[in-house]
């Protein structure tokens, strides 16, 4: 099976992600990711038995509070991602930093540097083949003012099923 671990962005700043990105989708017909609103703990990965990975995050948040973190701007990776920037919490990088320590000691779950302890925090906006209409979806972003206040309060495990991702569990800090 195939599976994600995430953050869900909840509340004003997932509502705004979850409504900016299907409007993107109408008006220029860029797709987006199939989850919610996120920003992304570990890259999709194969399994068959995540019983290990079930137990790591049950006893993980038992052992870790919520923190905060701000959602401000707009950026990109090159032509080909647009993107809400995070701006993580010195507590919420602690927090996901041990988490990656904590995932890390899992057999099957392998991070790089696009999804370690290094990687840079955001929420996508659209990503599927956009560097057509890059500079058309990134004029039309900028347009809306971008700024939230968050918690890092769940994390997320998504299995793919039936073409879509589909929430497996969900963990609360």
Known sequence: MRYVIVSVVKNKAGDFNNNLRKDIFEKFKAKSSKLPAH?????????????????????????????????????NFDNRVIFMKVLMSQDG????????????????????????????????????????????????VNQSPCDFDCVFDNICIYKWENNTWVLHSEYNL
């Open 93 to 140: 990088k602690r927090i996901h930093d041990e988490l990656i320590d904590s995932l890390n000691e899992i057999s099957y779950i392998k991070f790089d540097s696009k999804d370690g302890k290094d990687k840079i925090f955001h929420v996508t906006i659209s990503s599927k083949k956009i560097q057509n209409i890059f500079s058309i979806i990134w004029d039309y």
């Open 39 to 75: 920003f992304t703990i570990k890259s999709p990965f194969e399994s068959e038995d995540i019983s290990e990975l079930e137990s790591t995050l049950s006893k993980f948040t038992e052992s870790h509070s919520s923190a905060p973190y701000k959602i401000k701007g707009y950026s």
